[in-house]
């Protein structure tokens, strides 16, 4: 199945088989991006599903890290913001019903983490 969209403002642009993870680029700024192999997806397993997941969650990291500066472990709010928006839209743009559904089912595992890690 060859699938085709554009993607991005950070994320990803799915071209046949890959898409393209890269940051928004600003005025002077340089864009990066990473590639995402999407050939031997079938999206019929959920196993394919969760490993392009991922794959759109580590090319998210590459493209938006690096994650806290060196010596530190707090998390930059710039990579925050960037990966979930990144992999926000990655996601959209795959536009697989199948890949949506994991997406949400990792947010709400996440923020459930989250909420009984803050009690």
């Known amino acids: 199945m ?6 991005l403002t950070c ?12 940051t928004p680029a600003r005025t002077g700024e340089i864009q990066h991006s990473a590639a995402v192999y999407l050939a031997d997806v079938n999206f019929n397993r959920p196993g394919d599903v969760a490993a392009l997941y991922e794959r759109i969650t580590y090319a ?31 996601v959209a743009r795959v536009n697989r019903p199948e890949l949506a559904a994991y997406y949400t ?5 996440n923020s459930k983490a989250a909420r009984l890690a803050d009690q």
Do not use: F, W
């Open 2 to 7: 060859a699938l085709k969209a554009t993607m």
């Open 11 to 22: 994320v990803a642009v799915v071209a046949s088989s890959t898409a393209v993870c890269s």
């Open 60 to 90: 998210a990291d590459q493209v938006c890290g690096p994650r806290a500066t060196t010596g530190s472990y707090y998390t930059s709010p710039g990579y925050l913001r960037c990966y979930a928006k990144a992999v926000e839209e990655a």
């Open 105 to 109: 089912a990792q947010l709400a595992r």
